[in-house]
T-cell receptor
């Protein structure tokens, strides 16, 4: 059972455009939602994270939008740049359980110059 | 840099041989994890540890064993490697406690021929 569903699997955006990646979860006990960015040949690295007490968190060009009632959260990359080309993973974890994060399957983003 | 190293970084081995991958951390973090990453599957948890000699299984633990005799080292062993275990293996630690983000090592690319 896939507890965190991520879409799309791949995304191509023009430079300057907005990239949007969506995730949906099922377990209502999840209370921490990070996004990881992974460049080829590297390990994933934390990009931005949100807790369910806020509906949006912004860090530079990256924004997480969170909809608790719909059990969905999304990553928005504004003014996408070729350097943003990477694989993005959403994840969710629960502080009340084993704390093991559940990852989405990833989105490969390509930003064309 | 949370001080995670993985060794070896690349390995080619034959079916049926035992393989051990090493994860080493320098900052005394309690929680350590082993993941495998395969196209279309994202990151899947193999085993994790919550202290010296304290380990538990993840979602894809069959064919793998782990050991943690020291805080800084977490070993992943493939008892008898199979071609289905060809993958990129990542070690990770939890920063700032169990509910916080994970920090990943650089990965080990394993090919089983």
């Amino acid at each position: 059972q896939q507890q965190v569903k991520q879409s799309p699997q791949s995304l191509i955006v023009q430079k300057g455009g907005i990239s949007i990646i969506n995730c949906a979860y099922e377990n209502t006990a999840f209370d921490y939602f990070p996004w990881y960015q992974q460049f080829p040949g590297k390990g994933p690295a934390l990009l931005i994270a949100i807790r369910p007490d806020v509906s949006e968190k912004k860090e530079g060009r990256f924004t997480i939008s969170f909809n608790k009632s719909a059990k969905q959260f999304s990553l928005h990359i504004m003014d996408s740049q070729p350097g943003d080309s990477a694989t993005y993973f959403c994840a969710a974890s629960s502080s009340g359980g084993s704390y093991i994060p559940t990852f989405g399957r990833g989105t490969s983003l390509i930003v064309h110059p | 840099d949370a001080g995670i190293t993985q060794s070896p970084r690349h390995k080619v081995t034959e079916t049926g041989t035992p393989v051990t991958l090493r994860c080493h951390q320098t900052e005394n973090h309690r929680y350590m994890y082993w993941y495998r990453q395969d196209p279309g599957h994202g990151l899947r948890l193999i085993h994790y540890s919550y202290g010296v000699k304290d380990t538990d299984k993840g979602e894809v633990s069959d064919g793998y064993s782990v050991s943690r005799s020291k805080t800084e080292d977490f070993l992943l062993t493939l008892e008898s490697a199979t071609s289905s275990q060809t993958s990129v293996y990542f070690c990770a630690i939890n920063l700032q406690g169990p509910a916080y983000e994970q920090y990943f090592g650089p990965g080990t690319r394993l090919t089983v021929t």
